[in-house]
């Protein structure tokens, strides 16, 4: 068992479960009359693991027209099955940070309601933006925007009054966690890749307008200035950070701001988002940012920079997420440090730390199992064999 609180793996240990809690952890507990026993001893069991970078409401990994084909009511299909992949890859929470029309909103109550399978969700809804940013739709005539809807159903805001009012209307909405975009995005067709695109004001008025309602923010931002401009804002975390410099390193540190790095995707969009139709120029900007991302990621750990397990999950198929830990160690991590960063720094991130990250008493039975030992070989944890979320067991490949 991984003990992810401390960093150890310990032998021999008895979970006993009651409902959806984890009621005591021993050497040997009595087996109360009635229990049901499951056998993972020759597995190593981890708590589930958490993505602080998901959107589970769409995949643009599946081609780029589709996305402008599909209706919400096509993504509503479809959303389920992307939860289900999720949990069943061994991610029993997700921080979701980005979807249209709150679909990810209706996808969380299914789930908690117990309809729909998928993991536990922390919901950002809208992605607030400027005109013109990463959450915008750019590139296309103006007859093809967002601006031409209905405000409410964007996350569009510009200026410190606009910005303000969104992150209320979101929250109102179901927002659980606000992201807005710093800079500019690569998957998107704006000119820079990295270039802010709010002012320090605006960055300043959404995250004390989030902290005022309770909620924490994290920031979209490639561009070293962007990355520094979200962190003195106070976000709780950097997404991305690919150009991240000395000083947004050193703010970082100072602020215990996490970086969420998302460094698996860049090979699923080198290797097959020429072929999903994505423009050229979207592809180049990808060549700019993924291995000085890679690179980054790597200094910050290696200056004591806090890291949580963030994918973009959405950029790829939904499942594959376990992909990015084999990075993670490549990039500068031990395995448990990767370990760690999808539990316990992941649910510290989320404001989750008394529900979810470690298998502790008191918190959910969210539990996972794989044959072997990930510390010995990290990409065991690409294919999970035992999902239990909340006491339920999901999946169990590993008792026949
Ligand atoms: N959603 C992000 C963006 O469009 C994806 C970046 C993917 N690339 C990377 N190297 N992490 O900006």
């Given at each position: ?14 979970i006993l479960i009651e409902n959806d809690t984890i009621k ?11 229990a049901l026993?499951i ?9 589930g ?43 029993t ?21 117990g ?5 536990r ?234 529900k979810v990250?470690?298998i502790?008493?008191g918190k959910y039975a969210d539990i996972i ?17 035992f999902v239990m979320k909340g006491g339920e067991v999901f ?6």
């Amino acid at each position: 068992m991984i003990d992810t609180e401390i960093g150890v793996v310990l032998n021999n240990k008895m979970i006993l479960i009651e409902n959806d809690t984890i009621k005591k952890i021993a050497d040997n507990i009595e087996i109360p009359k009635n229990a049901l026993v499951i056998d993972l001893s020759n597995a190593t069991v981890l708590p589930g693991l958490i993505d602080c970078h998901t959107h589970l409401t769409f995949q643009s990994g599946d081609n780029y027209y589709e996305m402008f084909r599909k209706s919400i009511v096509d993504y509503a299909v479809l959303a389920p099955s992307y939860a289900k992949n999720t949990l069943g890859a061994g991610f029993t929470s997700v921080r979701d940070v980005g979807a249209e029309s709150f679909l990810d909103v209706a996808l969380k109550k299914a789930i908690d309601d117990g309809k729909i399978s998928g993991p536990r969700m922390q919901t950002a809804t809208y992605y607030i933006s400027s005109t013109g940013g990463h959450g915008d739709l750019v590139g296309f005539s103006p007859r093809l925007s967002f601006n031409n809807g209905p405000k409410e159903m964007t996350g569009i805001a510009d200026g410190v009054d606009d910005v303000r009012q969104k992150v209320r209307y979101l929250i109102k909405h179901g927002a659980g966690v606000i992201k807005f975009g710093a800079s500019a995005g690569v998957l998107s067709e704006e000119e820079s890749v990295g270039a802010p695109q709010y002012s320090q004001e605006e960055m300043n008025a959404i995250v004390s307008e989030a902290k005022m309602w309770g909620r924490k923010t994290c920031a979209h931002a490639h561009g070293a200035k962007a990355i520094n401009m979200a962190i003195k804002s106070g976000v709780a975390s950097v997404e991305h950070g690919s150009f991240v410099d000395d000083e947004g390193i050193a703010l970082m540190r100072k602020n215990g701001t996490y970086l969420v790095a998302d460094i698996y995707v860049d090979d699923y969009i080198l290797a097959e988002y020429g072929k999903l139709g994505f423009p050229e120029d979207i592809i180049n900007k990808e060549k700019i940012v993924g291995l000085i991302q890679r690179q980054n990621f790597q200094k910050a750990h290696k200056a004591g920079v806090k890291i949580a397990f963030g994918s973009d999950a959405g950029v790829y198929p939904h499942g594959w997420n376990g992909k990015q830990f084999y990075h993670m160690v490549k990039w500068g991590m031990t395995p448990m440090q990767a370990i760690q960063s999808a539990t316990i720094n992941a649910s510290d991130l989320m404001g989750w730390e008394d529900k979810v990250g470690s298998i502790a008493v008191g918190k959910y039975a969210d539990i996972i199992a794989v044959v072997g030992n990930p510390i010995d070989d990290i990409k065991l944890l690409e294919n999970v064999q035992f999902v239990m979320k909340g006491g339920e067991v999901f999946k169990n490949l590993i008792e026949k």
